[in-house]
């Protein structure tokens, strides 16, 4: 009798995995409108690269995966996960759905490279040894950081060169946020309102300011706020990885430590946590105990994005907010992909952006058009992701802003690079750090 292998064993349960995706494959009427809003099909015109061609695919998948794997996992790496396809189907096809659980079947059957091994099953669940990394790198960075655009303030690591390419980054902090704070839990004051804050990884580790103007915001509003210490990645980077195993541990780490707590909302300044709590946890829910079931659906319930929370809960009249003295700043924002196509969240910025003092708003062309950052896909289609970035750049300077806006960390990066790259003076700030500012 043969040997069971690896892959023996994975066809049997990729065959019972691919009926989870089966009906909704049928959904999709090959029409192509896709093709006119898929930011990386605007810079291939590949087929292959579109909503469609990647529904062709899979459409074949177990013949395709028993073919070649790899190629099977390239073509569907080459999507931002952005959401502009699903947004304008007109036959309402769940594109995300799709995509992740296909990605899903690829990494069981294939498995992991060991660099996302140690990375999404060693260091993502080590919040702390996150922040001693921060903190030890930080003290060195003059060694291998070296000035990039000095009017931007970013630098280039020509040491990473091999992972991130020439990327442009800001300066390291030298405490995480989480690192200073440890745990907090505060009483609500006169707004009667209690948050869970979930600042996520960047920025805790990176855009500490994002995180500072965050509490300064519930601060000045009485909210009390809720953050346990040892809070994890909300495990994007895995799920958009396949890695059900370590998504699944990241989910359960920090379900366990919200519950120790009540609050009222779970509020991130992250686009792309908010988006991944509120509706990857969801989608991926009976994989968990019933307990946490009943945790990930009030989780659903609670979970909103900073500036939501600040138009829509707090109802802040932000034309109220101090008057400054100096030069009128010109400010233009993009929509995180993940804040307006997932959540559905951006009168809300532009509302916070329109109304504070100092600040003249002035809308960019496509500022919905993703900006090519796609987490790791600015790491393995470094091309693709420059390209699109890019035009995003492009977008932005036409406009000859002072300041470009978002509320997401990852694209805050993406905008950073490309256009310091560019050699431009763009200041890039998250929303409500504007908002703190102003207080
Ligand atoms: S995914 Fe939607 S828009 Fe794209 S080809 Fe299919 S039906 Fe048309
Ligand atoms: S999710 Fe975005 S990048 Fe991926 S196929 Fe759809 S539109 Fe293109």
């Known amino acids: 009798m043969r040997n069971k292998t690896k892959h023996d064993i994975s066809v049997t349960k990729l065959a019972k995995q691919l009926m989870a995706i089966d009906d909704q494959l049928t959904g999709c009427m090959h029409c192509g409108l896709c093709q006119a809003v898929c930011p990386v099909y605007g810079v291939t015109a590949k087929e292959a690269d579109v909503s469609r061609g990647k529904i062709v695919l899979l459409e074949n998948l177990a013949y395709e995966i028993l073919k070649d794997v790899d190629g099977v996992g390239e073509r569907l790496d080459r999507c931002l996960l952005c959401g502009s396809c699903q947004t304008n189907c007109p036959s309402g096809v769940n594109t995300i759905d799709i995509f992740l659980h296909a990605r899903r079947l690829v990494t069981e059957y294939k498995g992991l490279s060991k660099i996302k091994k140690i990375v999404f099953r060693f260091i993502l669940p080590r919040p702390k040894l996150m922040s001693f990394f921060v903190a030890f790198s930080s003290r060195f960075q003059r060694l291998f950081m070296f000035k990039a655009n000095k009017k931007m303030g970013t630098f280039k690591v020509p040491v990473l060169q091999p992972f991130v390419g020439k990327r442009h980054f800001p300066h390291l902090e030298n405490k995480s946020f989480s690192a200073k704070f440890g745990n907090i839990n505060t009483s609500a004051g006169s707004s009667n309102i209690k948050v869970a804050f979930f600042p996520g990884c960047v920025p805790d580790k990176l855009f500490v300011k994002v ?81 946490e079931q009943q945790q990930i659906d009030e989780l659903h319930a609670k979970t909103m994005d900073i ?61 919905d058009s993703c900006c090519g950052s796609g987490g790791s896909f600015t790491l393995t289609q470094h091309d693709l992701a420059n390209k699109i970035g890019q035009r995003k750049r492009n977008n932005i300077v036409s406009v000859q802003p002072d300041i470009v806006a978002t509320a997401c960390p990852a694209c805050m990066l993406q905008l950073m690079d490309m256009l310091s790259q560019n050699g431009d003076n763009v200041e890039v700030k998250h929303v409500v750090e504007l908002y703190a500012d102003s207080l």
């Open 211 to 291: 995180s500072n103007a965050t509490m300064k915001v519930f601060e000045k509003h009485e909210v009390g706020v809720f953050m346990p210490d040892n809070l994890v990645c909300c495990g994007i980077p895995n799920l958009v990885s396949g890695d059900h195993v370590s998504f699944k541990r990241l989910v359960k780490t920090n379900l366990n430590l919200l519950k120790q707590s009540e609050f009222d909302y779970l509020i991130s300044p992250c686009a792309t946590c908010a988006s991944n709590i509120k509706e990857n946890w969801l989608r991926f829910k009976k994989y968990f105990t019933h307990d």
């Open 307 to 367: 500036t939501e929370f600040l138009t829509d809960v707090l109802k802040i009249d932000f034309k109220l907010s101090p008057q400054k003295n100096g030069n009128i700043r010109k400010v233009t924002y993009h929509d995180s992909c993940h804040l307006k196509k997932t959540l559905g969240v951006f009168a809300q910025p532009r509302q916070i952006l329109k109304n504070l003092s100092g600040l003249e708003f002035v809308e960019m062309p496509e500022a």
